[in-house]
């Protein structure tokens, strides 16, 4: 047989089928991790839950039968963006589509899909193999939480599959931004508005004042930045004494960031100075920037299962982060690739058949293919 012919495609339908009718959003994983957990034993792995303080990670080990072979980190996420309640869908003869008010939840159920059977293929078959590590994780739609709270401590591999990337696949994701986030607090002096305003200093003007002035959208081919939420104010009647600004900036080059994020908060200084404003900004790294060599073993690796599946490799540089993120910036050279789902964060949100079953040959053979693979400089670099 070959290594296609031993994914059973009706069994991938159906697994991925009852994982997106399992209701999943960020911090609320514990259902479907513990559905995973029992397919993962089935596929003869060893399960760990991790608990942290918003939800859970599934950890899972799968014990090789090639001792010379690398150990590998195969990666994928639990939760989906809102709305999944009540989540309705069609499979047709192509593609499989929601047909309600929800998203499909492909984002990243396809690839949690994609992993399972190639597990269990790989059981089944008695395909020789390496040691391989799963790591299924939480909150990845709010921030990376889960991969940011995973024991890593419990990962022995230097190379990781992570399956969380739009489009056809194919794509391979070489570059992805810095992201820092940032929240401004503005604190002026309330005063009856219609009685005594002047005595009053408006948080929300000043706060839109430094919008206003403030860079913004597609600052360059790699940086962008966006203010996400502004609050405050307490009634018509009253001077807002304090008002709040929620923004972030991404971008590829760590010098950029930095002088795009003092343009930003010495602007938003100087207009609350003018006004007689208080003003403090807080700021957190959500995940750094990585960029793996186009002559990366590891990539080069891929690159060739990809072509050996009969799939051509396209790398990509991306604006948005992955759980791959965290792992570069671990010392693991993690490699997102695009596992089928397209038109994610919509009610449009669909997989075609062909891309469902090629994310998971494509998981299978690195799996079946990893013990010719022998590491090289090309490392991924922050």
């Given at each position: 047989?070959?290594?296609?012919?031993?994914?059973?495609?009706?069994?991938?339908?159906?697994?991925?089928?009852?994982?997106?009718?399992?209701?999943?959003?960020?911090?609320?994983?514990?259902?479907?991790?513990?559905?995973?957990?029992?397919?993962?034993?089935?596929?003869?792995?060893?399960?760990?839950?991790?608990?942290?303080?918003?939800?859970?990670?599934?950890?899972?080990?799968?014990?090789?039968?090639?001792?010379?072979?690398?150990?590998?980190?195969?990666?994928?996420?639990?939760?989906?963006?809102?709305?999944?309640?009540?989540?309705?869908?069609?499979?047709?003869?192509?593609?499989?589509?929601?047909?309600?008010?929800?998203?499909?939840?492909?984002?990243?159920?396809?690839?949690?899909?994609?992993?399972?059977?190639?597990?269990?293929?790989?059981?089944?078959?008695?395909?020789?193999?390496?040691?391989?590590?799963?790591?299924?994780?939480?909150?990845?739609?709010?921030?990376?939480?889960?991969?940011?709270?995973?024991?890593?401590?419990?990962?022995?591999?230097?190379?990781?599959?992570?399956?969380?990337?739009?489009?056809?696949?194919?794509?391979?994701?070489?570059?992805?931004?810095?992201?820092?986030?940032?929240?401004?607090?503005?604190?002026?002096?309330?005063?009856?508005?219609?009685?005594?305003?002047?005595?009053?200093?408006?948080?929300?003007?000043v706060a839109a004042e430094i919008?206003?002035?403030?860079?913004?959208?597609?600052?360059?081919?790699?940086?962008?930045?966006?203010?996400?939420?502004?609050?405050?104010?307490?009634?018509?009647?009253?001077?807002?004494?304090?008002?709040?600004?929620?923004?972030?900036?991404?971008?590829?080059?760590?010098?950029?960031?930095?002088?795009?994020?003092?343009?930003?908060?010495?602007?938003?200084?100087?207009?609350?100075?003018?006004?007689?404003?208080?003003?403090?900004?807080?700021?957190?790294?959500?995940?750094?920037?990585?960029?793996?060599?186009?002559?990366?073993?590891?990539?080069?690796?891929?690159?060739?299962?990809?072509?050996?599946?009969?799939i051509e490799p396209a790398y990509?540089?991306?604006?948005?982060?992955?759980?791959?993120?965290?792992?570069?910036?671990?010392?693991?050279?993690?490699?997102?690739?695009?596992?089928?789902?397209?038109?994610?964060?919509?009610?449009?949100?669909?997989?075609?058949?062909?891309?469902?079953?090629?994310?998971?040959?494509?998981?299978?053979?690195?799996?079946?293919?990893?013990?010719?693979?022998?590491?090289?400089?090309?490392?991924?670099?922050?």
């Amino acid at each position: 047989m070959t290594i296609e012919q031993y994914i059973n495609q009706k069994r991938l339908v159906e697994t991925f089928t009852e994982l997106i009718q399992i209701n999943s959003p960020s911090f609320k994983e514990r259902e479907i991790g513990d559905v995973l957990a029992k397919k993962l034993e089935s596929a003869g792995c060893r399960v760990e839950i991790q608990e942290y303080a918003g939800s859970i990670n599934v950890i899972a080990f799968k014990k090789g039968n090639s001792p010379e072979t690398l150990p590998l980190l195969l990666s994928g996420h639990m939760d989906t963006i809102e709305p999944t309640e009540g989540i309705a869908f069609s499979v047709g003869d192509e593609l499989i589509r929601t047909t309600g008010d929800t998203v499909l939840g492909a984002d990243d159920k396809s690839a949690l899909a994609q992993i399972i059977e190639a597990l269990t293929a790989l059981e089944q078959n008695r395909i020789p193999h390496g040691d391989i590590e799963i790591a299924f994780t939480s909150g990845e739609e709010k921030g990376l939480f889960g991969v940011r709270n995973l024991d890593l401590s419990r990962l022995r591999s230097r190379h990781a599959l992570v399956l969380d990337s739009s489009g056809a696949v194919g794509k391979l994701v070489i570059a992805a931004p810095t992201h820092i986030s940032y929240e401004m607090r503005i604190t002026g002096r309330s005063a009856h508005a219609g009685i005594e305003p002047e005595k009053g200093i408006n948080a929300i003007r000043v706060a839109a004042e430094i919008i206003a002035a403030v860079p913004d959208g597609r600052i360059d081919a790699g940086t962008t930045a966006n203010i996400g939420m502004i609050k405050g104010g307490t009634a018509t009647n009253v001077v807002p004494k304090e008002a709040f600004i929620n923004g972030e900036i991404r971008g590829h080059s760590a010098g950029t960031i930095e002088c795009i994020k003092q343009n930003i908060f010495g602007t938003a200084r100087m207009a609350a100075e003018k006004s007689r404003a208080r003003i403090t900004i807080s700021e957190n790294e959500e995940y750094r920037a990585f960029r793996i060599d186009k002559d990366n073993s590891f990539l080069n690796f891929l690159s060739g299962i990809f072509k050996r599946c009969g799939i051509e490799p396209a790398y990509t540089v991306t604006g948005g982060g992955s759980d791959a993120n965290i792992f570069n910036q671990h010392g693991i050279t993690a490699v997102n690739i695009s596992n089928g789902m397209q038109k994610v964060h919509s009610t449009d949100e669909h997989i075609y058949l062909k891309d469902l079953h090629n994310g998971c040959l494509v998981v299978l053979r690195t799996i079946a293919e990893f013990g010719g693979f022998s590491p090289c400089p090309g490392m991924s670099r922050p």
